[in-house]
Every structure is written in structure tokens, then in C-alpha cells.
């Protein structure tokens, strides 16, 4: 069975890589936070991923993810988060 996916890349900034993944069912953005210190990834930064989308939710915690707001990357972490509907 073939799935439509697609994937989008956002250029790194200061060592944090965003991009999103689709398929036909959702849609996730991935967040790699690559330095040995706190990050601070403002939402202007990657609002174009999110498109009309509000928040989300990062599947490992399970907690709401505002994408209006700018979010707060501890040293080393990684974010799955699922589009909300």
C-alpha cells in the first residue's frame, strides 16, 4: 500500500534542527536541540511548518505545545510533536 508522505526541512539555527513529517493519517514536527546548553527556538522560526495549525503535542510527555509561543529546548533534548486537529 502506498502512503503520500512528505517531509520539510527548516535551516538550523544555533544547533537546533526542526523539520515535519506528513503522511496521509498526521502530521508531526520533530525538534533536535544539538548543544551541551539550554535553547530558546522562537515560534517565528518555525510558524511556517505549523501553518494553521495552534499547538500540538509532544507524544513522549503527552503535554500541550503552544506554537504561539516560543519553546524552551533543554541541552541534548529531542520533541516529537503531534498536530492537533
Known amino acids: 500500500m502506498l502512503e ?19 503522511n496521509e493519517s498526521k502530521t ?8 551541551d546548553k539550554e535553547q530558546v527556538l522562537p515560534n517565528n522560526h518555525y510558524n511556517i511548518l505549523t501553518k494553521d495549525h495552534k ?6 510527555s503527552g503535554k500541550k505545545v503552544d506554537f504561539t509561543q516560543n519553546l524552551i529546548l533543554a541541552a541534548h533534548q529531542s520533541m516529537i ?5
Do not use: A, C, W
Open 4 to 22: 503520500n508522505k512528505t517531509v520539510k526541512y527548516h535551516i538550523p539555527q544555533n544547533g537546533i534542527y526542526v523539520y515535519v513529517r506528513t
Open 28 to 35: 508531526e514536527m520533530i525538534v533536535l536541540n544539538s548543544t
Open 55 to 60: 499547538e500540538g503535542k509532544d507524544i513522549s
Open 81 to 85: 510533536i503531534e498536530f492537533g486537529k
